[in-house]
Every structure is written in C-alpha cells, then in structure tokens.
C-alpha cells in the first residue's frame, strides 16, 4: 500500500511524527504503517537520509503524545463510542477485537498493542473508555514507547549498519515486518469461531463465484 522509502524521504521528520502520532492515539491512524515506517526510517538512518537520534526524538514523543490523546478521547467519550456508526475511520469490529485482547492482557496491551496494527489505535481509546488509573497508564505507555519508537528505529539503522547489502533485501525484510505484526489479528480470526465461520462463508462465496 505504501512506498515507505518515498514517504519518507518526502515526510521527512515532521511527516513521521504526524503519522506516528495518529496512528498511536486517533481512530483515522489504525490504516498507517507504524512498525514498517519505524524500521524503514532507521535503515535509511544508516544510509544517511535521516539523523537516526532526530528521528528517536521526534518517534519516541509523538508515540507517547498519541496514545495520551486517545487515552483522552477514550475517557472523554466513554462507552458510547461503542455504540458509534461504522463509517471510513471507524469499524466496531476492530474495537470489539482491541476490547478483547484488552481483556485477556490488562494493562499491558499498552506494551503489547505497540505491535499490533488496529489494536494499537485502539488500545489506549479503551484505557480511557475504562478509566485506566492515569498513573498506570502512563507508566506502560513510556514503556511501550521505548520499546517500539526507540528499539523499532534501532534495529532498522543496526541491519543498514552491519549486515553487507542489506539494501538488497529491504523489501523483503519490510514484508517479514509487515506480516509479523498482522499475525495475531490472524491467529485471533482463526481462534474466533464466528469470524472463523464468516471467513469460511466468504472463501467459499468467492470459490463458487468462479
């Protein structure tokens, strides 16, 4: 969907921290590229396109900013936002599905959900929706902060740094990225047996279509 390196390189520092920051606290951000842009920034860092200390220092902030807006906009709305139309930016099933990895981890789906597309917008939303104590959840979200907006970046500009060609295989290794981080939502639809049974359905809509 997107040509990172391009976006990058056209964004620039600003254009990360916007998009960092949507994607970790507003409900049109759950769509951005947050893990792959992260590493694909660092890399780029190591190429010398970008600074990769200014880039953690404009990451790691609009990481903790956003999820402390949705946090915000969570407590501020409260339970009616699960009552809210699907629209473009908004569908409840990704808020049922963040709800439930919520319930399952507790307080540390801030942590977790920083790998996690979808959730990772909607994690900190429920935090507020429930009335997360405050305290706590800045806690885990400056963790989940360091973890993903400080180490993320790292491991692109390390890869750039160390390993010979790597250029070569930045395609391929963004896709690992990309497909690593969607892999619980998978293993979420094939443990649920309703949406196990609406895949099925649709696969197989499909299959006699042809």
């Given at each position: 969907?997107?040509?990172?390196?391009?976006?990058?390189?056209?964004?620039?520092?600003?254009?990360?921290?916007?998009?960092?920051?949507?994607?970790?606290?507003?409900?049109?951000?759950?769509?951005?590229?947050?893990?792959?842009?992260?590493?694909?920034?660092?890399?780029?860092?190591?190429?010398?396109?970008?600074?990769?200390?200014?880039?953690?220092?404009?990451?790691?902030?609009?990481?903790?900013?956003?999820?402390?807006?949705?946090?915000?906009?969570?407590?501020?709305?409260?339970?009616?936002?699960?009552?809210?139309d699907d629209?473009?930016?908004?569908?409840?099933?990704?808020?049922?599905?963040?709800?439930l990895f919520?319930?399952?981890?507790?307080?540390?789906?801030?942590?977790?959900?920083?790998?996690?597309?979808?959730?990772?917008?909607?994690?900190?939303?429920?935090?507020?929706?429930?009335?997360?104590?405050?305290?706590?959840?800045?806690?885990?979200?400056?963790?989940?902060?360091?973890?993903?907006?400080?180490?993320?970046?790292?491991?692109?500009?390390?890869?750039?740094?160390?390993?010979?060609?790597?250029?070569?295989?930045?395609?391929?290794?963004?896709?690992?990225?990309?497909?690593?981080?969607?892999?619980?939502?998978?293993?979420?639809?094939?443990?649920?047996?309703?949406?196990?049974?609406?895949?099925?359905?649709?696969?197989?809509?499909?299959?006699?279509?042809?």
């Amino acid at each position: 969907m997107f040509d990172l390196i391009s976006l990058i390189r056209a964004a620039g520092y600003i254009g990360i921290f916007a998009i960092i920051f949507a994607e970790s606290g507003l409900l049109i951000g759950f769509f951005l590229p947050g893990d792959s842009l992260l590493f694909t920034a660092g890399f780029l860092a190591s190429q010398g396109y970008l600074n990769i200390w200014l880039l953690i220092a404009v990451a790691f902030p609009a990481a903790i900013i956003g999820d402390q807006v949705g946090y915000a906009f969570g407590k501020k709305v409260g339970p009616r936002i699960f009552y809210r139309d699907d629209s473009l930016f908004f569908h409840k099933n990704y808020l049922t599905t963040a709800r439930l990895f919520f319930e399952r981890h507790g307080p540390k789906t801030i942590v977790i959900a920083r790998f996690i597309p979808i959730i990772r917008t909607f994690a900190p939303i429920l935090a507020g929706v429930g009335h997360m104590r405050y305290t706590t959840f800045l806690t885990y979200n400056i963790i989940g902060a360091v973890i993903w907006a400080i180490a993320v970046p790292l491991i692109g500009f390390y890869i750039g740094n160390f390993i010979p060609n790597a250029g070569r295989y930045l395609f391929e290794i963004i896709t690992l990225i990309v497909v690593i981080s969607i892999l619980p939502n998978i293993i979420h639809v094939l443990n649920n047996k309703t949406t196990r049974k609406q895949l099925a359905n649709f696969l197989r809509s499909k299959f006699l279509e042809r």
